[in-house]
């Protein structure tokens, strides 16, 4: 078994598109690869075939390399219920929430957890590609680190440091990142990626000849800025209306909440040739729109809270009473009840606040997390629906019986008498192309195309993969760290 950790100089360099990358590579050349993430903290999930939840990144990059997702691949994922707080999943499922302090304290389980799942993946696959988590230079956060150096040392895995040009200073995040790093660890790292490039490359080469003369490391490649390139993001909210240009659009709006969850949920809406579809940030004008969709969220009540405070619950009602049309997906779902209830303080302080009310349900937060694959029909035009819940609370009331969807355990979602106002707890609702046309149908766009999210997804991966094929050294790649795989 062979393995590559790639960790960046910051956030947002690069590390899960260039490992995501990777996996199509190598499973293109017919090698067993599979991806892993010691620890991710990441609000975007996915549920895996063996009933867990990882990293979404993941989940993408598992996809990557032609296999399910599997809880192994992602054995620490953090998921904020606030700014200093996290619910703790262990192998897929939560075990508690934790506040910084006290995770610290708990971080040599939590090592112990991810080296058991480093083993059944070492014994299953040819090679692993290691995504690391922010920066490995963070001081405060090196004592008991399991996210980056710390794993790499203990696992004893080489390392590659990628580093975002667009932003500046990539010489600079290179050669501070490892100055601040130990003799052994400065010795694990293999050489430099360089990200996102764009204009002449032989006006970088000077940088790049100082840099391998100063570390007496390669440059194993530079990497270009890829435009439209759509592999879901770690956390990130993608901002700004969508890019591509068509004649008859619909017009779809969803708030940002401080604590939204699984916004990848929309990436098919945006990338639809057929839709204009906007995130709201705090306080930005709520514009009108066709269909107004309120998201998940890791803290349902506080961001119920958040929405009232923005302006949201008047804005609503007034759109409903000009005909549009209200989706809630999960916690959005939640919120359109008339009570969201949390007794045992699963995401912030026990107690129970009022819903918008639109709904006649009421639901109340459970210890045991809900954790499905689904697919099935919606009611909306008998469209397939596939998609997965991951949830803890529990809903009840006579709106449930006007079901949105029928699955294998049964109905699922709801939708008003008067058909203005949908609920469902299932996330990827429109990555499947008949449900996307049935629900954007149902909010009034005429004659919707069947736009193949998944599709693109897949061409992505395969344009990303020749891009690596294309750009990396792999003359210097291959032999250090793939000798007997590439």
């Known amino acids: 078994m062979k393995a590559l950790m790639i960790q960046g100089t910051t956030s947002d360099a690069g590390k899960s598109t260039l490992a995501a990358g990777l996996c199509r590579v190598l499973y293109r050349r017919g090698i067993r690869v599979a991806p892993f993430k010691p620890q991710n903290m990441a609000l975007n999930s996915a549920v895996t075939l063996d009933g867990g939840e990882i990293g979404r990144a993941q989940a993408v990059q598992a996809q990557a390399s032609g296999l399910e997702p599997h809880s192994d691949m992602n054995p620490v994922l953090l998921k904020p219920t606030s700014d200093q707080g996290a619910q703790v999943i262990i192998h897929g499922k939560a075990r508690f929430n934790l506040e910084a302090g006290a995770y610290h304290d708990y971080k040599p389980t939590a090592m112990r957890a991810v080296l058991e799942s ?26 008991g680190d399991i996210a980056n150096m710390g794993f790499a040392e203990a696992a004893d895995v080489p390392v590659i440091l990628i580093a975002d040009i667009d932003r500046g200073g990539v010489f600079a995040h290179l050669v501070g990142t490892l100055a601040l790093l130990s003799t052994s660890e400065r010795d694990r790292v293999k050489g430099f990626v360089i990200n996102r490039f764009r204009g002449d490359i032989a006006l970088l080469q000077s940088g790049l000849d100082w840099l391998e003369q100063e570390t007496g490391k390669p440059v194993l490649g530079v990497l270009p800025y890829l435009h439209d390139l759509h592999i879901e993001a770690e956390d990130a909210v993608p901002r700004g209306a969508s890019t591509i240009a068509t004649t008859a659009k619909l017009r779809v709006i969803a708030p940002v909440l401080p604590r939204i969850s699984n916004h990848t949920d ?21 514009p009108p729109a066709d269909l107004i969709i309120l998201p998940g969220s890791k ?10 405070e923005q302006g949201w619950e008047p804005a609503i009602l007034r759109h409903l009473r000009y005909g549009g049309k209200l989706l ?7 919120m359109l009840g008339k009570t969201v209830a949390d007794p045992l303080g699963l995401e912030g ?13 009421q639901t109340e937060l459970q210890a045991e997390k809900q954790l499905v694959q689904s697919s099935g029909t919606l009611s909306l035009g008998k469209a397939t629906v596939t998609g997965y819940e991951i949830h803890m609370g529990m809903s009840t009331g006579p709106a449930l019986l006007r079901s949105l969807a029928m699955l294998p355990s049964g109905p699922e979602g709801a939708i008003s008498e008067d058909g203005k106002i949908a609920g469902t707890y299932l996330h ?19 004659q919707p195309e069947a736009y193949d999210y998944r599709a693109l997804r897949e061409a992505s991966l395969n344009r990303l993969a020749d891009v690596l094929e294309a750009h990396l050294d792999w003359a ?3 032999p250090m760290v793939f000798p007997e795989v590439i």
Do not use: T
């Open 428 to 446: 990827g609702l429109f990555d499947h192309p008949e449900a996307c046309a049935a629900i954007l149908a149902w909010a009034g766009l005429a």
């Open 266 to 286: 929309f990436d098919a809406l945006r990338l639809h040739p057929q839709v204009d579809f906007r995130f709201i940030g705090p306080s930005e004008p709520i």
């Open 349 to 361: 302080h026990p107690g129970c606040d009022a819903g918008l009310s639109l709904l006649d349900m």
């Open 476 to 478: 210097k790649l291959g």
């Open 299 to 308: 803290n349902v009540r506080a961001d119920l809270a958040f929405l009232r």
């Open 118 to 143: 480093w083993s059944r993946l070492s014994a299953e696959y040819q090679c692993l590609i290691i995504e690391g988590a922010g920066s490995p230079a963070e001081i405060n956060l090196r004592q």
């Open 328 to 334: 809630g997906i999960c916690g959005g779902f939640q």
